[in-house]
């Protein structure tokens, strides 16, 4: 097997959801390997989805829809984000056009990225009183919603498909195939945190297995999410 070979799982397992043409065409690259592809070379047409899913949270902690984007594009190629498009396990088609793509790190990895994160965050919103008040709000609601995660945990951080390609079933077998993959690296545990409001992905994530461990509701955004984790 080639080097190139090894990062693309060449057959998913079938899916009720997903026609005999798309198994075919389905692959799967590691954009952390050395050789992947550039992450860059996504970053434009995953965004939207990686947008998606980021919210409700993304656009109250950024103050709307289209400063979220715009930073959430910068963050997603910067190496030190949480949402460093380079650590992702990215879904494509026989034509290598991006279909979806899950973004994950260690729970160490995670607490070191979302420091780098708040520190670029204080930085683009500069200082004065209105600005201590700003980040001692966004300080109070991301305790109030988001749970530690222990540093041997593999947190999914994001899970995103593109909008023209939902409904087939491609969010599952992403998730399914990053637990394999991330499982045969030496994971246990499984991590994540989802929009209450989201009730289609707290479904698929129970049907994988995961559990709700915590329903955490901000006490200053209108906002919850449920903690889930997979054994």
Same mark, same amino acid.
């Given at each position: 097997?080639?080097e190139a ?6 057959r ?7 026609s005999a ?17 550039d992450p ?5 047409k995953?965004?939207p ?6 919210n ?5 902690y950024? +103050?709307?829809a289209?400063?979220?984007? &715009?930073?959430?594009? *910068?963050?997603?190629? =910067?190496?030190?984000?949480e949402? #460093?498009?380079?650590r992702?396990?990215?879904?494509t088609?026989?034509?290598r056009?991006?279909?979806g ?6 729970g160490k990895?995670?607490?070191a ?5 708040f ?7 500069g200082?004065?009183a ?5 980040i ?20 999914i951080d994001?899970v995103?498909?593109a ?5 087939? +079933? ?5 998730v &399914?195939?990053?637990v *394999?993959?991330?499982? =045969?690296?030496?994971?246990?545990? #499984?991590r994540?945190?989802v929009s ?12 994988l297995?995961?559990k709700t461990?915590?329903?955490s509701?901000?006490?200053i955004a209108?906002i ?7 054994e």
């Amino acid at each position: 097997m080639t080097e190139a070979t090894a990062r693309v799982v060449s057959r998913p397992s079938p899916s009720p959801f997903l026609s005999a043409l798309d198994l075919r065409a389905m692959q799967f690259l590691y954009l952390w390997e050395d050789g992947a592809p550039d992450p860059s070379e996504f970053a434009n047409k995953l965004r939207p989805c990686i947008h998606d899913a980021s919210n409700p949270f993304a656009d109250w902690y950024f +103050g709307d829809a289209e400063t979220a984007d &715009e930073i959430i594009g *910068e963050w997603m190629e =910067r190496p030190s984000s949480e949402l #460093f498009l380079g650590r992702g396990v990215v879904m494509t088609d026989d034509q290598r056009e991006p279909m979806g793509v899950v973004i994950g790190m260690s729970g160490k990895e995670l607490a070191a990225c979302r420091m780098a994160d708040f520190a670029a965050f204080c930085e683009e919103i500069g200082s004065g009183a209105e600005a201590d008040e700003v980040i001692q709000q966004v300080v109070t609601v991301c305790r109030e919603l988001f749970p530690p995660v222990e540093e041997d945990v593999f947190y999914i951080d994001r899970v995103g498909i593109a909008s023209s390609k939902r409904g087939q +079933g491609l969010g599952r077998r992403l998730v &399914e195939h990053t637990v *394999e993959v991330k499982r =045969r690296a030496g994971f246990e545990r #499984f991590r994540l945190d989802v929009s209450s409001d989201n009730a289609a992905a707290v479904r698929l994530y129970e049907s994988l297995g995961l559990k709700t461990i915590s329903r955490s509701r901000s006490t200053i955004a209108p906002i919850e999410y449920c903690a889930m984790l997979l054994e």
